[in-house]
């Protein structure tokens, strides 16, 4: 049974960074694209960031770009998100994504979410 387990999250002021991770276990993950996905109260679930198996390729939602990176430990089987320059608009709950990876990562699995609140 595949397991992806958020952590990371919490309370922060506008400005401030954080670094979320995920850890996946129950399957072996070589090629395959991770990734997170946020959701915002009364809004749809949106893509943050993904990268490939060897990390040589990610994709980043233009509302995050210069400021959010993604990054893999593959020896680990986890996979980051280094936020800085936190904005109240980046609130959401956070979510982990695996799965194939096509030019852009192909959701087969999802982890149950990491919440992240930004104050200003």
């Known amino acids: 049974q595949v397991q992806l387990v958020e952590s990371g999250g919490g309370l922060v002021q506008a400005g401030d960074s954080l670094r979320l991770s995920c850890a996946a276990s129950?399957?072996?993950?070589?090629?395959?694209?991770m990734g997170w996905f946020r959701q915002a109260p009364g809004k749809e679930r949106e893509f943050v960031a993904a990268?490939?198996?060897?990390?040589?390729?990610?994709l980043y939602a233009d509302s995050v770009k210069g400021r959010f990176t993604i990054s893999r430990d593959n020896a680990k089987n986890t996979v980051y998100l280094q936020m800085n320059t936190l904005k109240p608009e980046d609130t959401a709950v956070y979510y982990c994504?695996?799965?194939?990876?096509?030019?852009?990562?192909?959701?087969?699995?999802w982890g149950k979410g990491t919440l992240v609140t930004v104050s200003s």
């Open positions: 129950g399957r072996t993950f070589s090629n395959y694209g």
């Open positions: 994504a695996a799965g194939p990876w096509y030019s852009g990562l192909v959701v087969n699995y």
């Open positions: 990268s490939n198996w060897s990390g040589g390729s990610t």
